[in-house]
Nanobody, 123 residues
Framework: QVQLVESGGGLVQPGGSLRLSCAAS????????MAWFRQAPGKEREFVAA???????NYADSVKGRFTISRDNAKNTVYLQMNSLKPEDTAVYYC?????????????????WGQGTQVTVSS
């Protein structure tokens, strides 16, 4: 059974930073494509960033230049460094994983999900 456990969320002021972590119980973590999605109240879950097994990265336009996704295969962990946070970044952030070569930008492209961590950007 795959387990993904997110941590690092919290309350931060606009312009601040947070680093999210996602620890994965995957024996072959390095072959998984990993991603972060987020879901704000009343909205659909949306793509934030992905890092593929080959280390290629992709970002939503709304976070380009502010967020950085990375992974440490030795620690079975993926990170999301979030800088210059805005109130509109407020959401529950979810970690996702898959080995399938599908659509990496849609929730349906992932078959393993964490429980989420709340990020609130407010003064």
């Amino acid at each position: 059974q795959v387990q993904l456990v997110e941590s690092g969320g919290g309350l931060v002021q606009p312009g601040g930073s947070l680093r999210l972590s996602c620890a994965a119980s995957l024996r072959t973590f390095s072959i998984y494509h990993m991603a972060w999605f987020r879901q704000a109240p009343g909205k659909e879950r949306e793509f934030v960033a992905a890092i593929l097994s080959g280390l290629m990265t992709n970002y939503a336009d709304s976070v380009k230049g502010r967020f950085t996704i990375s992974r440490d295969n030795a620690k079975n962990t993926v990170y999301l460094q979030m800088n210059s946070l805005k109130p509109e970044d407020t959401a529950v952030y979810y970690c996702a994983a898959t080995t399938f070569e599908g659509n990496f930008y849609r929730p349906g492209g992932y078959d393993n999900w964490g429980q989420g961590t709340q990020v609130t950007v407010s003064s």
